[in-house]
């Protein structure tokens, strides 16, 4: 069991990483998700537009264009940085994950020193 401070710090200072990591990885893939998810929302207006699209009448015509446009504009954001971004959160996640399983994961602690150090933790910025 180690009560090393500086051991114990660089563990809670991982696993406080993580928690930061993890919500950053969750917030770019859910907007990773979420452009994707409107491309599928425009493909399917587009898709009943296209049934019901009067090729006679300009004004119907011009709203399917639109749409399309939409949609185009749409894909261009869902492969755009957006998808370098969540992967490298997920990237990034990863490899602390990874550290503190190596450095910290399965290895014992003095729960009193830990509770001390955790009270005053202060942590340098993710690098």
């Known amino acids: 069991m180690s009560s090393n401070p500086a051991e114990i710090t660089a563990c809670l200072c991982q696993k406080q990483g993580i928690a930061t ?6 917030a770019k893939t859910q907007a990773l998700a979420a452009a ?11 898709q009943q537009a296209r049934e019901h699209i009067d090729v006679n009448d300009a004004s119907s015509e011009e709203r399917y264009k639109a749409l399309l446009a939409q949609r185009d504009q749409a894909y261009q954001v869902s492969i755009g940085p957006i998808v370098g971004e969540a992967d490298q959160a997920t990237s990034r996640y990863n490899a602390h994950v990874n550290q503190y399983n190596t450095q910290c994961a399965n290895h014992e602690f003095n729960a009193d020193m830990m509770a001390q150090l955790q009270a005053h ?4 910025p993710l690098d």
């Open 21 to 26: 990591l993890s919500a950053d990885m969750s």
């Open 36 to 46: 994707r998810q409107r491309v599928a929302d425009l493909d399917a207006q587009l």
């Open 121 to 124: 933790l202060s942590c340098p």
